[in-house]
């Protein structure tokens, strides 16, 4: 099942407090590619359920475009209830790398990009996937 979507979306404060800035993940992307990121189920480590193809920062936020698999109890159940309609979201995993206060806020300009994760329940609301184009 091929999927797509926003992991990430510029300047949009999060349920933890966080906003990340446009470039924000370039050097990781630069160092990693989409090799390197891990697609997850529900932030699970022990649960890679396919491989992100392509990411990419656009003018809105974190693109990402991969295949979820078929191999795995968890790879089957994600590929069911995302079907399904059930579970759209996306959440990033990642390390600061640079960051600044802003008020309450964390203004995350450099991250290094660990793993993008179909969830339930995103810290970005906005950060939601999709069947992909064929």
């Not at 966080?18 to 997850?40: I, K, N, Y």
Request: charged content about 25%.
């Amino acid at each position: 099942m091929r999927i797509e979507g926003y992991a990430s979306l510029w300047g949009v404060a999060d349920l933890n407090g966080d906003v990340v800035h446009c470039g924000a993940f370039a050097d990781s992307l630069v160092r990693t590619g989409a090799e390197g990121v891990r697609m997850l189920w529900q932030r699970d480590g022990r649960e890679v359920i396919g491989r992100w193809e392509r990411i990419v920062e656009d003018e809105r936020g974190l693109f990402v475009s991969g295949e979820i698999g078929d191999w795995s109890g968890q790879a089957r159940m994600a590929r069911a209830v995302f079907g399904a309609g059930a579970v759209d979201g996306l959440s990033i995993g990642f390390r600061t790398a640079k960051a600044r206060k802003q008020g309450r806020l964390r203004v995350l300009s450099g991250v290094a990009l660990w793993e993008v994760s179909v969830v339930t329940f995103p810290a970005c609301p906005g950060a939601r996937l999709r069947v992909a184009a064929a």
